[in-house]
T-cell receptor, first 115, second 113 residues
Framework: EAGVAQSPRYKIIEKRQSVAFWCNPISGHATLYWYQQILGQGPKLLIQFQNNGVVDDSQLPKDRFSAERLKGVDSTLKIQPAKLEDSAVYLC?????????????FGQGTRLTVV | AQSVTQLDSQVPVFEEAPVELRCNYSSSVSVYLFWYVQYPNQGLQLLLKYLSGSTLVKGINGFEAEFNKSQTSFHLRKPSVHISDTAEYFCAVRPGGSYIPTFGRGTSLIVHP
């Protein structure tokens, strides 16, 4: 079974530029998550989708971050414009459902460096 | 808001020695508890989880954890570590009825030969 795929693996941009990350979840997984992991910290949930609908985006900085999952499968996370403090690893995860017992499977992440 | 404290940022240990990684969380009526492992340049992998039932939970790679409600702790243990266990370990808590898990800052386990 293929895992969660993310691209690119690494990205370096200048501040005020835009960037987009792509995630392909495990086939059949209805729930998709985007996390931000700043160096030395645990992952922080940015947004959770159930199929193509947003379940929770309370921790997403909506002035510069956006995410979509138009067909309920792939998802993109965008930052526009980027700030230095956005440097982090962005992790995508998916699970069969959003119920408590569901296990989330994580991709390898995209490491963003803003200079 | 829920908080998770991993008391040790780094735990060095010799191979074949036992190890305990500590995790405490702020109290809630009901919680679900998780331990994840993250190898270098990899995503997180679930080691074990506590949802209900027995307070001693066994996971993959010989790890186990014990839920202690009175002490609001969920410490991770392994009786004998291997070099390959060197990684970052994250404790996570998810209150019942909430979709949002809170992760601790992580504990770096360093196993020396």
């Amino acid at each position: 079974e293929a895992g969660v795929a993310q691209s690119p693996r690494y990205k370096i941009i200048e501040k005020r530029q835009s960037v987009a990350f792509w995630c392909n979840p495990i086939s059949g997984h209805a729930t998709l998550y985007w996390y931000q992991q700043i160096l030395g910290q645990g992952p922080k949930l940015l947004i959770q989708f159930q199929n193509n609908g947003v379940v929770d985006d309370s921790q997403l900085p909506k002035d510069r971050f956006s995410a979509e999952r138009l067909k309920g499968v792939d998802s993109t996370l965008k930052i526009q414009p980027a700030k230095l403090e956005d440097s982090a690893v962005y992790l995508c995860a998916s699970s069969l459902a959003s119920t408590d017992a569901a296990e989330a499977f994580f991709g390898q992440g995209t490491r963003l460096t803003v200079v | 808001a829920q908080s998770v404290t991993q008391l040790d940022s780094q735990v060095p240990v010799f191979e074949e020695a036992p190890v305990e990684l500590r995790c405490n969380y702020s109290s809630s009526v009901s919680v679900y508890l998780f331990w994840y492992v993250q190898y270098p340049n990899q995503g997180l992998q679930l080691l074990l989880k506590y949802l209900s039932g027995s307070t001693l939970v066994k996971g993959i790679n010989g790890f186990e954890a014990e839920f202690n409600k009175s002490q609001t702790s969920f410490h991770l243990r392994k009786p004998s570590v291997h070099i390959s266990d060197t990684a970052e370990y994250f404790c996570a808590v998810r209150p019942g009825g909430s979709y949002i898990p809170t992760f601790g800052r992580g504990t770096s386990l360093i196993v020396h030969p």
